[in-house]
């Protein structure tokens, strides 16, 4: 009798230990994680291109997304994932990495080989798309920083489910074609659904894409596609239930009205390459890291704890005209940072590259233990001969000048709250995505934006098909003023712009004053940025047709608040 009643009482004890758990949705504990202890991986490699006696030529490439599970971590389960892959077995967290070459086209058929069901929360109440029969995961892939065809930038209402079986009403092709004719440098592809690219990125839906261009690149004597001194780092943050499965939350932050939305995702493991701080033997010589920040909305503030600094020799997908040194890098949502370290000027045998961006950026939580880590270097002791050189130079491509500017336009961010003032929607310019275009460039021509952030968040913009340099950046003095003006007029020249940014200016860092197709917006501030829909290497056109259907997109790349919909279409003419 007292053995059952004592088993009874345990049975209790451990039914509230599951109750408690479940209660807070099953998390695993980062800080129970042992850090550092699987290696770091190097994404497979996929070319994009055929070589032909001695000479590349255009090759077709057949990628799916499949449903797998994947170890991110030697103690956490294996996790259920969507992947890219020549084949299930192959396919990885992240993608492989496409390698083009320059002016070599590219044909990727994207095959949607994913089950009906989603394995995250979705949330119907915003622009989503759906398919009819309400089967199947709508996915369509965009290449970010690819100068291509409309028809194959992964229009977000271009989507498409398993085996094309239901398509988005912007549907256009089922093999994409990549021209590959921009400057050298780093892109990367992701699912682009509309109101799905969220939960389709944080399901695995990424991956690395160089664009080489040797007869300029090798003379420049950086490490160039070398496997072992040359690597993409593609780092993201999630969070995961004891079960090993991706944890997201279920209920929205104002869930009357979005039963699922919440205004950004943050988890607490820090991801690169696929694996939760992962460690990485190196020799002390130069190597390169091409470094992807594929975050749903986290920015990372880069930095090694031993003092050690970055070479940035490249932003997004342009070369710097000279090579800059820098002891952080601040990395908002799908920037890229293409830089050198040299880790024989490291003083220890050992640098952990850590990050301190509060999240939301700029003024939430501090970092804790967990992602304030993102990998480890382990440093030989042995010095070698190390052949790689850092330039004095690098790539010079034309200065921005105002004389070629053709229009301007004043890009507006606002963020709308519920009664309990949490955030409902955001939107550029006043406009949810549907409403017709504003947005009409002319093909060939040089613009000036002035992107007023009027929320307290940092906005990274991002610009289809466009390249931009930020000119300055300046604070808006009696923004509540101001802002009150803009909500009921949605006019900066009605509401006297003039009057109001006229605040302290902010700097250009020197690493951020080249090419960039995003930039992260300062709250309370207008950016002003010169933007280019045209090649900045060549005065050549556009070899494929930028005004045809279904057109481009800008908007913020927080997934989150591009998801609910801070996102506008963008058409050009002729």
Excluded at 89 to 95: E, L, M, N, R, Y
Aim: aromatic share 10%; glycine share 6%; net charge neutral.
């Amino acid at each position: 009798m007292e053995g059952s009643v004592l088993n009874h009482v345990i049975s209790l004890v451990l039914m509230g230990v599951v109750m408690s758990s479940r209660a807070e949705d099953g998390l695993i504990s980062t800080s129970q994680l042992e850090k550092f202890i699987d290696d770091l991986p190097d994404m497979p490699k996929l070319k994009g291109f055929d070589v032909v006696h001695g000479v590349p030529k255009p090759k077709f490439l057949k990628i799916g997304m499949f449903r797998k599970k994947w170890k991110f971590h030697r103690d956490i389960p294996p996790t259920p994932v969507f992947a890219y892959g020549t084949s299930r077995h192959t396919a990885t967290i992240p993608g492989p990495t496409i390698e083009a070459v320059h002016g070599i086209d590219t044909y990727v058929r994207w095959k949607n080989l994913l089950p009906s069901k989603h394995i995250l929360p979705w949330d119907p109440t915003i622009p989503t798309a759906i398919p009819p029969t309400k089967k199947g995961i709508p996915t369509v892939v965009h290449l970010h920083g690819s100068i291509g065809e409309p028809e194959s930038d992964g229009h977000a209402e271009s989507w498409f489910t398993a085996r094309f079986e239901e398509k988005g009403p912007t549907w256009m092709k089922k093999t994409y074609h990549y021209y590959n004719r921009q400057q050298p440098g780093n892109l990367w592809y992701h699912d682009h659904a509309m109101g799905l690219t969220r939960v389709n990125l944080l399901a695995g839906l990424i991956g690395a894409y160089i664009i080489r261009q040797s007869e300029i690149e090798s003379p420049l004597g950086l490490p160039n596609g070398d496997d072992e001194f040359d690597r993409p780092l593609i780092v993201f943050d999630r969070s995961f239930r004891t079960d090993g499965s991706l944890y997201m939350n279920s209920t929205g932050n104002n869930p009357s009205i979005h039963p699922q939305w919440q205004p950004e995702y943050f988890g607490d493991a820090i991801i690169v390459n696929g694996k939760a701080w992962p460690r990485m033997i190196v020799r002390r010589r130069k190597y390169r890291f091409r470094i992807i920040n594929a975050s749903n909305a986290r920015f990372f503030r880069f930095y090694f704890t031993n003092g050690l600094r970055f070479i940035h020799v490249g932003s997004d997908s342009a070369y710097h005209e000279r090579p800059v040194m820098v002891k952080e890098i601040l990395l908002g949502p799908s920037e890229i940072a293409d830089v050198i370290v040299d880790f024989s000027e490291s003083r220890s045998d050992s640098a952990i590259l850590g990050n301190d961006a509060p999240y939301p950026f700029p003024s939430g939580d501090p970092v804790n233990d967990a992602n304030s880590k993102v990998m480890k270097f382990i440093v030989g002791k042995q010095r070698e001969v190390d052949t790689w050189r850092i330039p004095d130079t690098l790539i010079k491509y034309p200065s921005p000048t105002l004389s070629s500017v053709s229009g301007t336009r004043y890009i507006a961010m606002y963020e709308y709250t519920s009664d309990i003032d949490e955030p409902t929607h955001l939107y550029i310019n006043g406009k949810s995505y549907e409403e017709p275009v504003t947005e009409k460039p002319k093909v060939g021509t040089t613009e000036v934006w002035n992107v007023i952030n009027l929320t307290e968040d940092n906005h990274p913009l991002h610009i289809h098909l466009g390249l931009f340099v930020v000119l300055d950046q300046t604070e808006l003095v009696e923004i509540d003023q101001f802002r009150d003006c803009m909500v009921k007029m949605n006019d900066a020249i009605k509401c006297q712009i003039s009057k109001y940014a006229r605040g302290k200016t902010m700097e250009v860092l020197d690493h951020e004053k080249g090419w960039k197709n995003v930039y992260k917006m300062t709250p309370g501030f207008v950016t002003k940025i010169l933007v280019r829909f045209a090649y900045i290497h060549s005065n050549t056109s556009y070899g494929f047709d930028a005004t045809a259907e279904p057109g481009y997109a800008y908007h913020c790349h927080i997934l989150d608040h591009e998801d609910n919909v801070m996102m506008r279409p963008l058409k050009f003419i002729s």
